[in-house]
């Protein structure tokens, strides 16, 4: 735990870096000179940095056995959860009561757009 907050601090800190360290852009009018390139080349510094780091992101999590036996992991949730049965009773039962309402909904729909339409016919036959 205290390496992978050491790593989060390295890298907070290499990014606050960049963010500090980055140069605003040459404006035409300047006339500056040499800094065309200024641009381009931090952005290939950056590049530079966001590759090094992503190589070191998977060199880490090779080396910890992120890769090993992908599988593992779902029979180890089901292996983890107690009352598996119970928690998938509770989920089909909330899929049922959804299922329901939905179909009662789309039940008194046509009933309500009826009597909408009904009392439509009957202001609009009023008119001054």
Same mark, same amino acid.
């Given at each position: 735990?205290?390496?992978?907050?050491?790593?989060?601090? $390295?890298?907070?800190? $290499?990014?606050?870096?960049?963010? #500090?360290?980055?140069?605003?852009?040459?404006? +035409?009018?300047?006339? $500056?000179?040499? !800094?065309?390139?200024? #641009? +381009?080349?931090?952005?290939?510094? +950056?590049?530079?940095?966001?590759?090094?780091?992503? $190589?070191?992101?998977?060199?880490?999590?090779?080396? /910890?056995?992120?890769?090993?036996?992908?599988? &593992? /992991?779902?029979?180890?949730?089901?292996?983890?959860? !107690? !009352?598996? !049965?119970?928690?998938?009773? &509770?989920?089909?039962?909330?899929?049922?009561?959804?299922?329901?309402?939905? &179909?009662?909904?789309? +039940?008194?729909?046509?009933?309500?757009?009826?009597?909408?339409?009904?009392? &439509?016919?009957?202001?609009?036959?009023?008119?001054?």
């Amino acid at each position: 735990m205290a390496l992978k907050m050491r790593m989060m601090r $390295l890298f907070m800190a $290499l990014g606050g870096l960049l963010m #500090v360290a980055t140069p605003s852009t040459a404006f +035409a009018h300047d006339n $500056l000179g040499g !800094d065309e390139l200024a #641009v +381009a080349n931090w952005m290939l510094v +950056a590049a530079m940095v966001t590759i090094v780091i992503a $190589l070191l992101w998977g060199l880490w999590a090779f080396k /910890s056995g992120q890769f090993t036996n992908v599988e &593992e /992991s779902k029979y180890t949730m089901l292996d983890t959860a !107690d !009352d598996y !049965d119970a928690i998938m009773a &509770e989920a089909e039962q909330r899929e049922l009561v959804a299922k329901a309402a939905t &179909e009662a909904a789309q +039940a008194t729909k046509p009933a309500a757009e009826s009597a909408v339409s009904k009392s &439509e016919r009957a202001g609009s036959t009023v008119s001054i």
